[in-house]
């Protein structure tokens, strides 16, 4: 099991002010760069919710990852699809300013101009390896910038939430399942 806790470096407001207006700053020209580009369609994919072409190819590079060690390699492939259909209707019930948050965070990975500088990944994400994405999900945790660590907090926690709440994830981790009534 990775560990999944970070240290916060000690902020004053100065340097609060200063990530805030980065990850504004960031997250603003990346989501209009999107937009303007065509990137960002706001069009979910079929058969999905929320979740778009775009944000399908991270995804899917991202869940074996997260769920290495927790699922057979036998069984990965129905592990990411349960896993995508949780996490779609888990972001289908958010709220629309952490679901807005969330885009963006996905606007920022599956642009090409954000996505190298950010993650290590030149590439497209179908072409990064298990390694490539390890090194990105490692990069963001360990980053002296506390906007990197909150966005590997968010997609550790959605990934988990959304595999984790399923019952076929039960056995692995000893739960019996909730009590019957």
């Not at 806790?5 to 700053?25: D, E, I, K």
């Not at 990346?30 to 760069?33: I, N, Q, R, S």
């Not at 060690?69 to 896993?83: D, L, N, R, Y």
């Not at 101009?113 to 590439?123: A, E, F, K, M, S």
């Given at each position: 099991m990775h560990d999944t806790?970070?240290?916060?470096?000690?902020?004053?407001?100065?340097?609060?002010?200063?990530?805030?207006?980065?990850?504004?700053?960031l997250l603003g020209t990346?989501?209009?760069?999107a937009t303007l580009s065509g990137c960002s369609a706001s069009t979910p994919k079929a058969g999905f919710a929320v979740i778009r072409e775009t944000d399908l190819a991270f995804l899917q590079a991202l869940i074996p990852v997260m769920l290495e060690?927790?699922?057979?390699?036998?069984?990965?492939?129905?592990?990411?699809?349960?896993?995508l259909q949780?996490?779609?209707y888990s972001l289908?019930?958010?709220?629309p300013e952490l679901l807005k948050l969330t885009v963006q965070l996905l606007d920022?990975?599956?642009?090409p101009?954000?996505?190298?500088?950010?993650?290590?990944?030149?590439?497209s994400w179908q072409q990064a390896s298990a390694a490539d994405v390890r090194a990105f999900l490692a990069r963001w945790q360990n980053?002296?910038?506390?906007?990197?660590?909150?966005?590997?907090?968010?997609?550790l926690q959605l990934v988990m939430m959304s595999w984790y709440s399923r019952p076929e994830s039960w056995a692995h981790c000893g739960y019996p399942g909730p009590p019957t009534v």
């Open positions: 806790t970070f240290a916060l470096p000690q902020l004053s407001r100065r340097n609060l002010l200063r990530v805030g207006l980065l990850g504004t700053a990346a989501g209009l760069t060690g927790a699922v057979p390699p036998a069984q990965m492939p129905a592990a990411v699809s349960a896993t949780g996490l779609d289908n019930h958010l709220s920022v990975l599956a642009l101009l954000t996505r190298g500088p950010l993650t290590g990944v030149w590439g980053s002296s910038i506390g906007l990197l660590q909150m966005g590997h907090a968010s997609l």
